[in-house]
T-cell receptor, first 116, second 115 residues
């Protein structure tokens, strides 16, 4: 059974800091890994998707890496801003059983607060 | 290109009642998945629909059921509601073009409160 863990559970930093969010998963048989952002009471916004054959993806101030063999991913946020405050969720896409396409298994998220 | 839309956004029910949540998938997407997110937790996979058939299910009882229509929209039905069913229900759509490479796009969710 796939399990995804995110560390830390919460993080509070001053504006401008570079920061790293960590994600680990127990089963390396994944199709891809996605990082999402969730604002309070809202849905999920996809930030980055890394295919299982890739090592990293970048979008603006965000960089995500994937080490499938060790079951780890990191999300690096450069020059953090108050608008980055949200919950960040890591999810891996794996088998959902039978002939199904796949299901996402999520971590519990990291609550990020960036204060001015 | 329209995104994933869900309705209703909020609703309140009492124990024992039944609820239907609706989802319109993103244009061109043929696969719909449903997730339950309890407060302070990550989303949990309920089930997935492809070609109008259930195509994978998580650890949820049979009182959670669904439908997918020819236009790829979907419904989630929950019977005999329990207090623990209170959660944000998220719908995600994707394109089953090839196994495993698809990105999932989520709607804003339906917040269900069971009293």
């Amino acid at each position: 059974k796939q399990e995804v863990t995110q560390i830390p559970a919460a993080l509070s930093v001053p504006e401008g800091e570079n920061l790293v969010l960590n994600c680990s998963f127990t089963d390396s048989a994944i199709y891809n890994l996605q990082w999402f952002r969730q604002d309070p009471g809202k849905g999920l916004t996809s930030l980055l998707l890394i295919q299982s054959s890739q090592r990293e993806q970048t979008s603006g101030r965000l960089n995500a890496s994937l080490d499938k063999s060790s079951g780890r991913s990191t999300l690096y946020i450069a020059a953090s801003q108050p608008g980055d405050s949200a919950t960040y969720l890591c999810a891996v896409l794996g088998h959902a059983g039978g002939t199904s396409y796949g299901k996402l298994t999520f971590g519990q998220g990291t609550i990020l607060t960036v204060h001015p | 290109e329209t995104g994933v839309t869900q309705s209703p956004t909020h609703l309140i029910k009492t124990r024992g009642q039944q609820v239907t949540l609706r989802c319109s998938s993103q244009s061109g997407h043929n696969t719909v998945s449903w997730y339950q997110q309890a407060l302070g937790q990550g989303p949990q996979f309920i089930f997935q629909y492809y070609r109008e058939e259930e195509n994978g299910r998580g650890n949820f009882p049979p009182r959670f059921s669904g439908l997918q229509f020819p236009n790829y929209s979907s419904e989630l039905n929950v019977n005999a509601l329990e207090l623990d069913d209170s959660a944000l229900y998220l719908c995600a759509s994707s394109l089953r073009a090839s196994v495993g490479t698809g990105e999932l796009f989520f709607g804003e969710g339906s917040r269900l409160t069971v009293l």
